[in-house]
């Protein structure tokens, strides 16, 4: 079944609006990382396209949902306030991309399973990345 953003309850466009800016923050935080710090060409490429790849559109029907003022987990918790270092910022943000990608696979499950298929791909890859930057 596929069906555009345009049809889906308001509810379920927040989810997915607020996943999607989780997941490439999360993606984005990771690509800087190894870009400005490491140096590391290769995986900050792959990540820089899959940060590419996690789009859903119309990008507009999704941030008409976005309702920061009522959002009941807003707060920051203290394990989000504190990092000891770099490997521990990488390693936050690329779970929470990870995290994300599940969400929107999930979700995504309701109304069109290729672009359920294109998070499950990203979430593939962001596992292998988490492997390959761990060593």
Do not use: W
């Amino acid at each position: 079944m596929n069906k555009p953003l345009e049809e889906l309850e308001a509810p379920l466009l927040r989810l997915l609006d607020a996943n999607m800016n989780r997941l490439r923050e999360g993606i984005r935080v990771v690509e800087d990382i190894r870009r400005y710090c490491f140096d590391d060409e290769i995986t900050a490429k792959t990540l820089k396209e899959l940060r590419h790849k996690a789009r859903l559109e119309p990008y507009f029907t999704l941030l008409k949902m976005r309702d920061i003022e009522n959002d009941v987990l807003k707060t920051t918790t203290k394990s989000e306030s504190s990092r000891t270092n770099l490997t521990a910022i990488q390693t936050a943000n690329i779970k929470r991309a990870q995290e994300s990608a599940r969400v929107l696979e999930e979700a995504l499950k309701l109304c069109n399973a290729e672009e359920a298929q294109n998070f499950k791909e990203i979430r593939y890859a962001l596992y292998a990345i988490e492997k390959n930057i761990a060593k």
